[in-house]
């Protein structure tokens, strides 16, 4: 019996060694979660598809309590998902922890319109969608485009994303279309392909201009008119309920409202070209002109017009109306 235990002992020692050896090659400090052929120490757990074999459930993310009970709960399959495939043929889950029940925050996925990779089709996202643009995210809990993004080349070069936007870009352009994601233009100026030329060039989004000393002026805490927005304060790419992948909660977009707004969160519906509830969570006039004071229908109020269509006047924007 004392023999027994005592070759218990011992197995238990070994495993608390061998423990930061194995898991040596993946650190949050240098943003490195993906498993590398040193895994091991020496690469000897390369290769290897059954991560029962060396870790006890139990133990894993001990240190970590926002993440263990998620581990607990879904087991080794999850594993892969932030890990990688570890050099085997093992499937990636991520949707298996980012659901509304596990992580209903990361990100928001209550809705099938996103960037599903499939024109005019909804449907809920895949490990697969997720991988595309996250392959080797880091999941510190901050958004960090040049880590956080899978590396999309620029016309033959792997040049860091200088902003959300940016990578966006990547792959909604003419003339550098992506391997595996090209996309042809539905009609002129379709910015699913042309998105760079308009973004960059004829969207005042894209180009910050003018002082904002015009008829219209005014904008919401955390923003300003030398403000270069990113695509994702108004496209929700996990999940909305509107057309064009525009968002219809403040906490899916507007990254740099002020959060006693964002976090409410403020309801956009948009309907018929009218984007009112969405131009309002950003803008608001500072002078009482054409009703700017009426609600917009989602609490808030400070555009001009908040029935009918606003395409009749303003194209994503609207870069010569530099008050706006």
């Given at each position: ?212 000393n015009r008829t219209y002026t005014g904008l919401r ?55 009112a509830q969405l131009c309002v969570t950003c803008h ?22 908040v029935s009918g269509s606003c395409l009749d006047c ?11």
């Open positions: 019996m004392n023999k027994k235990i005592s070759i218990l002992m011992l197995v238990i020692g070994l495993v608390f060694i061998i423990k930061p050896i194995f898991a040596g090659d993946v650190s949050l400090l240098n943003n490195q979660l993906m498993l590398t052929p040193n895994h091991g120490g020496d690469g000897s757990a390369w290769g290897q598809a059954e991560c029962m074999n060396c870790h006890v459930l139990r133990g894993i993310h001990r240190t970590a309590p926002a993440i263990k009970p998620i581990v607990q709960n879904t087991g080794y399959a999850s594993c892969a998902g932030c890990h990688g495939q570890n050099g085997t043929a093992i499937k990636r889950e991520c949707v298996l922890c980012h659901n509304k029940q596990l992580l209903p925050k990361s990100p928001i996925m209550q809705e099938a319109k996103n960037h599903n990779f499939k024109l005019e089709q909804d449907s809920v996202l895949t490990d697969e969608d997720c991988l595309a643009c996250h392959k080797s995210s880091d999941m510190d809990g901050k958004f960090e485009p040049k880590i956080d993004l899978t590396h999309f080349n620029l016309k033959g070069l792997d040049l860091p994303y200088q902003s959300g936007s940016d990578f966006c870009l990547r792959c909604h352009n003419q003339d550098n279309q992506q391997v595996g994601y090209t996309m042809q233009a539905r009609f002129e100026r379709d910015p699913l392909v042309k998105m760079a030329l308009n973004y960059k060039h004829l969207d005042y989004h894209g180009t910050p201009k003018g002082g904002g805490d955390g923003y300003s008119y030398k403000t270069n927005v990113e695509c994702s304060d108004c496209h929700a790419m996990h999940g909305t309920h509107n057309e064009k992948l525009i968002i219809d909660r403040t906490d899916a977009g507007v990254s740099l409202l002020n959060d006693a707004i964002r976090m409410q969160p403020i309801n956009v519906h948009i309907e018929e070209g009218n984007y608001q006039s500072v002078h009482d002109v054409e009703e700017t004071n009426e609600d917009a229908g989602n609490g808030l109020s400070g555009v001009h017009q303003h194209t994503h924007g609207m870069a010569a109306q530099t008050g706006l």
